[in-house]
């Protein structure tokens, strides 16, 4: 049977969890990943309070990490979703994605508006993508891909 939580402090007191069985085991978010059978993006948003895991998966990180039965029911949950609170983020990463938001979000908003139409890209139907690539400049670069099915609205 599947269930949803109405409180995500369960998960949140997971995810403190797990990212201490991560640390101490030093495993790397792919390699949790890999031992569930999704994404790297993926798995990281479910072991951080974001998503449920399929049974099987579930089971398998909470092997790798040293989880118990508790956790294994947790991780397929459906969370209470939104891991930032409703203030300004602190955290100076994910400040700087609020950051492209604020400069981007109207330029994304109406670029999306003129190709697709009235409508929605969606949050659930979505693959996140996250790489490392040089900087003909010097340095490195962060390539951040958002691939989410365009949902139409439809009048009633």
Same mark, same amino acid.
Not at 3 to 20: F, P
Not at 53 to 74: H, I, N, T
Not at 111 to 140: T, W
């Given at each position: 049977?599947? !269930?949803?939580?109405?409180?995500?402090?369960? /998960?949140?007191?997971?995810?403190?969890?797990?990212?201490?069985? =991560?640390? /101490? /085991? @030093?495993?790397?978010?792919?390699?949790? #990943? @890999? #031992?569930? +059978? &999704?994404? *790297?993006? &993926?798995?990281?948003?479910?072991?951080? $309070?974001? !998503?449920?895991?399929? =049974? #099987?998966?579930?089971? #398998? %990180?909470?092997?790798?990490?040293?989880?118990?039965?508790?956790? %294994?029911?947790?991780?397929?949950?459906?969370?209470?979703? $939104?891991?930032?609170?409703?203030?300004?983020?602190?955290?100076?990463?994910?400040?700087?994605?609020?950051?492209?938001?604020? %400069?981007?979000?109207?330029?994304? =908003?109406?670029? %999306? !508006?003129?190709? &697709?139409?009235? +409508?929605?890209?969606?949050?659930?139907?979505?693959?996140?993508? *996250?790489?490392?690539?040089?900087?003909?400049? +010097?340095?490195? /670069?962060?390539?951040?891909?958002? @691939? +989410?099915?365009?949902?139409?609205?439809?009048?009633?």
């Amino acid at each position: 049977m599947v !269930h949803a939580q109405l409180d995500n402090t369960a /998960r949140q007191q997971l995810a403190i969890t797990a990212v201490e069985a =991560k640390t /101490r /085991r @030093d495993l790397s978010w792919q390699q949790i #990943a @890999d #031992a569930a +059978g &999704f994404s *790297v993006a &993926f798995v990281t948003a479910a072991l951080l $309070g974001q !998503h449920a895991l399929p =049974k #099987a998966s579930a089971e #398998a %990180v909470a092997e790798l990490l040293g989880l118990d039965e508790d956790a %294994v029911l947790l991780l397929q949950t459906i969370p209470t979703r $939104g891991s930032i609170p409703g203030s300004i983020p602190t955290d100076p990463t994910i400040y700087r994605f609020y950051e492209m938001l604020q %400069v981007y979000g109207t330029t994304l =908003k109406a670029l %999306v !508006h003129e190709q &697709f139409g009235d +409508g929605i890209i969606s949050a659930i139907n979505f693959k996140l993508d *996250v790489k490392k690539v040089a900087d003909p400049e +010097g340095g490195e /670069r962060a390539v951040i891909t958002l @691939d +989410g099915k365009y949902l139409p609205t439809k009048p009633f």
